[in-house]
């Protein structure tokens, strides 16, 4: 059978879509994200979203890392997923409540912005790199936070795979702008490098600021793939960016 899929790239990062709430895959969808996720050998994304359907919520999201680990929650997958269900025409809605690895979410659709909660982390805790303090956040998956003078200036290929190996976390690397903006770089779990940008990293990394530095919401963070904003409203934490189809096509799977 034929199916139909979007790439959809949210900030840099980039991901495949599927409507799939009339399941039809029979492989292990661990082995069908590592192969359609494949740059050379695939379609080539950071991930492999399934639009399915939630018993509890108005959609569930059911997520892929390139490297078949899931399902789990990724940010800026999920404000994909809220993109794909309004212009796929699954539910145009400009709120929405829908599941995830990690539970419940609320998103919403402002002014070609899609927006989302994500998970407040229970606590900060510091983590002592040598003569540096690193903070350990978890906003939906683990993250591990550094303050840099130069993050342009990193080379994350030297000791990010094993701190993502010591903490099991994706590791993220953040630089206070002139403007009051920070800058960040993030070497993903699951993916195994370095990414244009990560939802909840950047979320992990703003809620870090807030409580070490002290900088108010909304707090704007600067990703090599684009912007993106964390807010907290109510006591909840938004994150907020753009999102935009990058195009569309088909692929034959075996029935």
């Not at 790239?9 to 661990?30: C, M, T, V, W, Y």
């Not at 399934?50 to 789990?72: C, H, K, Q, T, W």
């Not at 094993?162 to 403007?179: S, T, V």
Request: aromatic share 10%; net charge negative.
């Amino acid at each position: 059978m034929d199916v139909k899929f979007w790439k959809v790239e949210a900030a840099g990062n980039d991901f495949i879509i599927i409507d799939h709430r009339k399941p039809f895959f029979r492989e292990k969808l661990s082995e069908i994200a590592k192969g359609l996720t494949h740059r050379r050998l695939g379609i080539g994304a950071d991930g492999l979203i399934l639009i399915e359907r939630s018993p509890e919520a108005d959609f569930f999201m059911n997520f892929y890392n390139a490297d078949g680990s899931g399902p789990v929650m990724c940010g800026n997958g999920a404000r994909a997923a809220l993109f794909f269900v309004f212009e796929y025409g699954i539910l145009r809605n400009e709120t929405y409540r829908f599941a995830a690895a990690d539970g419940i979410h609320r998103g919403q659709i402002i002014n070609e912005q899609m927006s989302l909660t994500i998970n407040q982390p229970a606590e900060i805790q510091p983590i002592r790199l040598g003569s540096e303090t690193a903070y350990l956040v978890n906003t939906g998956v683990p993250h591990l936070v550094r303050f840099s003078n130069d993050v342009d200036a990193l080379g994350l290929t030297t000791e990010s795979p094993d701190l993502r190996k010591k903490y099991d976390a994706n590791i993220n690397y953040i630089e206070k702008m002139g403007h009051g903006g920070w800058k960040i770089r993030t070497w993903e779990r699951g993916v195994e490098g370095e990414t244009l940008a990560c939802g909840t990293g950047a979320t992990a990394s703003a809620v870090t600021i807030h409580r070490v530095c002290g900088d108010s919401f909304p707090i704007t963070m600067q990703a090599r793939g684009g912007e993106l904003v964390i807010d907290q409203k109510a006591g909840e934490i938004w994150l907020a960016g753009p999102v935009r189809k990058v195009f569309e096509g088909m692929f034959t799977v075996k029935e």
